[in-house]
Protein backbone atom coordinates (compact mmCIF):
# COMPACT_ATOMS: atom_id res chain seq x y z
CA UNK A 1 0.00 0.00 0.00
CA UNK A 2 0.95 3.25 -0.90
CA UNK A 3 -0.58 6.25 1.08
CA UNK A 4 -0.70 10.02 -0.39
CA UNK A 5 -1.62 13.23 0.99
CA UNK A 6 -1.84 16.37 -0.92
CA UNK A 7 -1.83 19.93 0.66
CA UNK A 8 -1.24 23.23 -0.92
CA UNK A 9 -4.03 23.81 -2.79
CA UNK A 10 -6.29 27.12 -2.17
CA UNK A 11 -7.74 30.29 -3.99
CA UNK A 12 -5.40 32.56 -6.32
CA UNK A 13 -5.86 35.11 -8.91
CA UNK A 14 -4.94 34.62 -12.43
CA UNK A 15 -1.12 35.07 -13.12
CA UNK A 16 -0.87 33.96 -9.45
CA UNK A 17 1.03 30.77 -8.09
CA UNK A 18 0.58 27.88 -6.17
CA UNK A 19 2.92 24.64 -4.90
CA UNK A 20 1.25 21.71 -4.31
CA UNK A 21 3.17 19.14 -1.94
CA UNK A 22 1.93 15.26 -2.00
CA UNK A 23 3.60 13.34 0.78
CA UNK A 24 3.93 9.75 0.51
CA UNK A 25 4.30 7.07 2.83
CA UNK A 26 4.11 3.00 2.79
CA UNK A 27 5.64 0.91 0.00
CA UNK A 28 6.33 3.90 -2.32
CA UNK A 29 9.40 1.75 -3.36
CA UNK A 30 7.04 -0.62 -5.22
CA UNK A 31 5.81 2.49 -7.96
CA UNK A 32 8.20 3.90 -9.70
CA UNK A 33 6.08 7.10 -10.69
CA UNK A 34 4.43 9.66 -8.88
CA UNK A 35 2.25 11.56 -11.08
CA UNK A 36 0.15 14.69 -10.52
CA UNK A 37 -3.99 14.63 -12.04
CA UNK A 38 -6.77 16.90 -12.26
CA UNK A 39 -10.46 17.51 -12.61
CA UNK A 40 -12.61 20.38 -13.24
CA UNK A 41 -15.80 20.50 -12.91
CA UNK A 42 -17.68 18.38 -15.58
CA UNK A 43 -14.85 17.59 -16.99
CA UNK A 44 -12.85 14.14 -16.86
CA UNK A 45 -10.00 13.82 -15.16
CA UNK A 46 -6.60 14.61 -16.89
CA UNK A 47 -2.75 14.31 -16.40
CA UNK A 48 -0.85 16.78 -15.62
CA UNK A 49 2.81 15.74 -15.16
CA UNK A 50 4.71 13.02 -12.88
CA UNK A 51 8.25 12.43 -12.15
CA UNK A 52 10.15 9.28 -11.20
CA UNK A 53 11.37 8.79 -7.80
CA UNK A 54 14.75 8.98 -8.61
CA UNK A 55 14.20 12.34 -9.84
CA UNK A 56 14.17 11.88 -13.65
CA UNK A 57 11.74 11.37 -16.41
CA UNK A 58 9.64 14.61 -15.83
CA UNK A 59 6.57 14.55 -18.36
CA UNK A 60 4.04 17.03 -18.73
CA UNK A 61 0.78 17.65 -20.35
CA UNK A 62 0.79 20.74 -23.22
CA UNK A 63 -1.63 22.84 -21.45
CA UNK A 64 0.76 22.88 -18.67
CA UNK A 65 4.38 22.75 -20.01
CA UNK A 66 6.38 25.60 -19.27
CA UNK A 67 4.09 27.03 -16.63
CA UNK A 68 3.83 24.17 -14.49
CA UNK A 69 7.47 22.43 -12.76
CA UNK A 70 7.46 18.88 -10.84
CA UNK A 71 10.10 17.62 -8.22
CA UNK A 72 10.45 15.69 -5.63
CA UNK A 73 12.64 15.27 -2.24
CA UNK A 74 13.47 11.81 -1.93
CA UNK A 75 14.54 12.30 2.11
CA UNK A 76 11.33 13.71 2.38
CA UNK A 77 9.28 11.45 0.56
CA UNK A 78 7.48 14.32 -0.97
CA UNK A 79 6.76 15.78 -4.67
CA UNK A 80 6.00 19.24 -5.23
CA UNK A 81 3.78 20.76 -8.30
CA UNK A 82 5.09 24.13 -8.84
CA UNK A 83 2.33 25.78 -10.69
CA UNK A 84 3.02 29.34 -12.25
CA UNK A 85 1.23 31.83 -14.35
CA UNK A 86 -1.80 30.24 -13.73
CA UNK A 87 -4.75 30.30 -15.75
CA UNK A 88 -8.67 30.56 -14.67
CA UNK A 89 -8.73 27.03 -16.65
CA UNK A 90 -6.43 25.75 -14.35
CA UNK A 91 -9.39 25.47 -11.54
CA UNK A 92 -9.46 22.26 -10.79
CA UNK A 93 -9.08 19.47 -7.94
CA UNK A 94 -5.59 18.42 -8.04
CA UNK A 95 -4.62 14.41 -6.99
CA UNK A 96 -1.30 13.10 -6.97
CA UNK A 97 -1.03 9.40 -7.66
CA UNK A 98 1.41 6.58 -7.80
CA UNK A 99 2.08 4.19 -10.49
CA UNK A 100 4.29 1.78 -12.58
CA UNK A 101 3.80 3.94 -16.00
CA UNK A 102 4.40 7.66 -16.82
CA UNK A 103 0.88 9.04 -17.74
CA UNK A 104 -1.89 6.23 -17.27
CA UNK A 105 -2.12 3.47 -14.90
CA UNK A 106 -2.08 4.99 -11.38
CA UNK A 107 -3.35 2.88 -8.90
CA UNK A 108 -2.89 4.57 -5.22
CA UNK A 109 -4.78 8.44 -5.41
CA UNK A 110 -4.94 11.01 -2.79
CA UNK A 111 -7.97 12.52 -1.71
CA UNK A 112 -6.90 15.84 -3.30
CA UNK A 113 -6.33 19.49 -2.86
CA UNK A 114 -8.66 22.33 -4.74
CA UNK A 115 -7.15 24.91 -6.88
CA UNK A 116 -9.33 28.32 -8.15
CA UNK A 117 -7.96 30.30 -9.98
CA UNK A 118 -10.26 33.99 -10.34
CA UNK A 119 -9.97 35.83 -13.25
Known amino acids: QVQLVESGGGLVQAGGSLRLSCEAS????????IGWFRRAPGKEREFVASIRWSGDGTLYAASVNGRFTISRDSAKNTVFLQMNSLKPEDTARYYC????????????WGQGTQVTVSS
Open 26 to 33: GRTFSRIY
Open 97 to 108: ASGLMPRAGYDY
